[in-house]
C-alpha cells in the first residue's frame, strides 16, 4: 500500500460505503499546509478521488471508511479530523449552495430584463414616436440588446447554474456522510 493510496478497493457502487486505505492522518491534507488538523487544508487528491468515489452512490446514509494502520491511530486526532472534514463538506455544500442560487436568480433577473427590453422599448419606441431613419437604428439596437439579455440569462439558468451541480451534488452527500476510522488489516 503506498502513501496516500486513496484506491476504494471495494467498487461495489450499490453499498454505500465508500473506503479510504492511508498510512497516515496526513494524507488527507496538503503537503503544503502543517497547520493543526483542525485548520489544515484538504488534499487535492483526497478531494478528487473521493468525488470520484461518490459519484454514483446514493446519498443517503453514504459512509466514508477511512483504513489506517493500527499503530497510528489516535482517538484524539480522528475526533478532529472527523471535525474538520464535516466541517469543510459542509462549508462547500453551504456556499456552492448560495453561488448556485445567486447564479439561478441572476439568469432570470437577465432573461426578465431581455424580454421586458425587447417587448417594452420596442413597443413603446413603435407606439410613441415618428418613424425615421434614426429610429429604426435605435430599435435595432435594443432589440439586438434584448435577445442578448435574454439568451444570457438563459444560459444562466440552464448551463451556468447546472455546471456546479456535480460539485453541489458531490458536498451534500458528503455533508451528510458519516465519516469512521478503522484499522488496516
Not at 483504513?67 to 489516535?74: G, I, W
Not at 431581455?114 to 415618428?130: A, P, Q, R
Not at 438563459?154 to 451528510?176: A, C, G, V
Request: aromatic content about 14%; proline content about 2%.
Amino acid at each position: 500500500m503506498k502513501e496516500g493510496d486513496f484506491s476504494n478497493r471495494d467498487v461495489d457502487t450499490t453499498k454505500n460505503e465508500v473506503d479510504f486505505w492511508l498510512e497516515s492522518y496526513n494524507d488527507l491534507f496538503s503537503d503544503f499546509d502543517h497547520r493543526p488538523y483542525l485548520e489544515r487544508s484538504l488534499s487535492d487528491d483526497f478531494l478528487s478521488e473521493a468525488k470520484r468515489a461518490c459519484q454514483y452512490r446514493e446519498e443517503n446514509n453514504l459512509k466514508l471508511k477511512i483504513f489506517l494502520p493500527k499503530k497510528f491511530r489516535d482517538k484524539n486526532d480522528e475526533r478532529v479530523i472527523k471535525r474538520r472534514l464535516i466541517e469543510h463538506f459542509e462549508k462547500h455544500h453551504i456556499l456552492l449552495e448560495k453561488e448556485h442560487k445567486k447564479d439561478f436568480i441572476k439568469g432570470v433577473t437577465t432573461t426578465i430584463v431581455g424580454v421586458l427590453t425587447m417587448v417594452l422599448v420596442t413597443t413603446f419606441l413603435f407606439k410613441y414616436t415618428d418613424y425615421n431613419d434614426t429610429l429604426n437604428t435605435i430599435i435595432a439596437v435594443v432589440e439586438i440588446a434584448g435577445w442578448f439579455l435574454l439568451w444570457t440569462g438563459l444560459n444562466n439558468i440552464i448551463f451556468e447554474s447546472r455546471s456546479k451541480n456535480p460539485s453541489l451534488e458531490f458536498y451534500r452527500k458528503m455533508s451528510k456522510a458519516s465519516i469512521i476510522f478503522y484499522d488496516a488489516n
